[in-house]
């Protein structure tokens, strides 16, 4: 593997940190590693587990002379985390993240670096409902795909050095120059579906003519994945939902004019309706799988990891 950066400084040590550092120790893609969370706790595991060469006790000890920063911190700290790094910064350093919103972090982060430092924004779109500094894993961005979401400024130079690590990582790149469509493919493919998975568990725990016992004992696949996908981080998700709040709301509206059609369907016995949507829809799920995006196997192929 070509070496990128000598230095990377990941701020925020959660599942993504993790697992970017685990990564690019596999295919000793840089010299040296920095990391820094705002928890005294999440350092010392860190610390204890060995993640990072050097975790340091302020962000902007960890950013010093890195070439590469990667803001590894729910949405809604992005600005803050921004300014208190700024003057640390190294010039013609790259400063990127991993959100899974672009507009709103573009905003937060793009007017608080200092000239001469390059943003990159990117996400990678790979995951799992465990947080925190033991949950990384060096596989996980192996086949997924990160998008980088360069600006209109962005340096080509420092867009293209960004790919490089991230396909040497493992991942699939696509570039996506509007970062609103970004937002809005993501609400699509990731951000409704969880608070859908949020709702449907809320539902079952106010049942009460269906007892917690029953749920838990009687879980099958359907509701099984709902409560997979509702475990994932709350901080994380209420930023996403607050930063990328048009896009949500535009995609849940979709869904419930779906919803209130499978209804009347129902209702009715139009049989025809259900087994044509549900003909279609299984058509999507399946080119997931050929796009190796998921697989067949049972519980989807996924292993339990972190703790």
Request: charged share 25%; proline share 4%.
């Amino acid at each position: 593997m070509t070496e990128t950066y000598k230095r990377v400084a990941l701020i925020g040590l959660g599942l993504i940190a993790s697992s970017m550092f685990w990564a690019m120790k596999r295919g000793n893609l840089v010299d040296e590693v920095t990391g820094y969370a705002r928890s005294a706790e999440t350092r010392a595991k860190a610390r204890e587990i060995g993640l990072c060469d050097r975790v340091c006790d302020t962000a902007k000890e960890a950013v010093e002379g890195a070439d590469l920063v990667v803001l590894c911190v729910p949405v809604g700290a992005m600005e803050a985390v921004a300014k208190e790094i700024a003057p640390a910064l190294m010039p013609g350093a790259t400063v990127t993240d991993v959100g899974s919103v672009k507009r709103a972090v573009i905003e937060a982060v793009a007017p608080n670096l200092p000239e001469g430092v390059h943003f990159v924004p990117a996400h990678p779109m790979a995951g799992t409902e465990h947080s925190g500094p033991t949950s990384g894993f060096a596989e996980l961005f192996d086949g997924k795909f990160c998008l980088i979401v360069p600006m209109q400024d962005s340096d080509p130079v420092a867009v293209e050095r960004l790919e490089v690590l991230w396909q040497d990582m493992g991942a699939q790149i696509n570039r996506m120059e509007d970062a609103a469509h970004h937002d809005l493919v993501c609400a699509v493919t990731s951000h409704a579906p969880h608070l859908i998975a949020y709702t449907m568990v809320g539902v079952a725990d106010d049942l009460r003519r269906v007892t917690d016992s029953e749920v838990i004992r009687y879980s099958a696949a359907g509701f099984r994945d709902f409560t997979r996908i509702a475990a994932s981080d709350p901080t994380m998700w209420r930023d996403v939902f607050l930063t990328n709040k048009d896009a949500t709301l535009e995609i849940l509206g979709r869904f419930t004019e779906e919803l209130f059609a499978l209804q009347r369907a129902i209702r009715t016995g139009d049989g025809d309706h259900l087994f044509d949507y549900f003909t279609r829809t299984r058509a999507i799920r399946r080119g997931i799988i050929e796009a190796g995006q998921d697989t067949d196997a049972p519980d989807f192929g996924r292993v339990k990891r972190g703790s």
